[in-house]
């Protein structure tokens, strides 16, 4: 061990350390040499696989809320009697006299089933006396000869009422002439909301 760390030879002792250094130098190159060459590899970069095309995307649409049909508008309240729902009859004596008056008995009948609104005035309803092609009377030459009422008739129910031909012409104005009718057949026509319609065939005598 003596001449490990203290060298023996006819040169200086530090060519001897100098030595021993290199040697030392030498060695630890060696074993770093070897551990660089058998030192684990580190793995590659991986190569990413190209990327196909993306699927295109889609979003679904919305469901958008249909608006609903809006419900059929219903009446506030009973409809018009009128001629869809609604009938009219005519009655009067089958013989009169000259110097006598024809009562005539009307009446409105609901057919429907459902109430409706009877709206009677000279508007709604007319009556007139004919014989043959001449128009003898009519309402129309008054409208105060026609009953004003307003009712609601429940189906199936019916309102009456009266107009009073006094045998006699009419003219425009509410008048009647005082010349005396001749004898014969007559015909009485009644209307109702324009297409109700009625007749009654009568005839008129000799006055006594």
């Known amino acids: ?13 530090w060519v001897y350390w100098a030595r021993r250094g290199a040697l030392v130098l030498a060695a630890v190159a060696l074993i770093a040499a070897g551990i660089w060459v058998f030192r684990p590899q ?8 190209p990327a196909g095309p993306s699927a295109p995307v889609t979003t679904a649409p919305t469901p958008t809320e249909s608006a609903s049909p809006s419900a059929s508008p219903t009446p506030s309240g009973p409809l018009a009697c009128d001629a869809t729902n609604s009938s009219l009859t005519l009655a009067g004596y089958q013989k009169v006299k000259q110097d006598a008056q024809q009562p005539f008995r009307l009446a409105v009948t609901n ?32 409208a105060k000869w026609v009953p004003t ?3 609601t008739l429940k189906s199936k129910k019916s ?31 009644a209307a109702f909301a ?15």
């Not at 580190?42 to 696989?49: D, F, H, Q, S």
């Not at 109430?115 to 009556?127: D, G, I, R, W, Y």
């Not at 007139?128 to 092609?133: F, K, L, N, Q, Y």
């Not at 065939?201 to 006594?208: D, E, G, L």
């Open 149 to 151: 009422h307003k009712t």
């Open 194 to 208: 324009d297409n109700a319609k009625a007749r009654q065939v009568f005839v008129v005598s000799k006055a006594s």
């Open 42 to 49: 580190a793995p590659g970069p991986v190569a990413a696989e």
């Open 111 to 142: 057919n429907g089933g459902d109430p409706c609104v009877l709206n009677l005035s000279a508007s709604t309803l007319s009556l007139t006396v004919t014989s043959g092609t001449d128009r003898i009377w009519t309402t129309e030459h008054c």
């Open 1 to 13: 061990m003596g001449s490990l760390f203290h060298p023996v030879g006819s040169q200086p002792a």
């Open 159 to 189: 309102y009456e009422f009266s107009i009073t031909w006094p045998v006699a012409r009419s003219a425009a104005g509410c008048k009647t002439a005082k010349a005396v009718l001749g004898t014969g057949t007559y015909v009485a026509s």
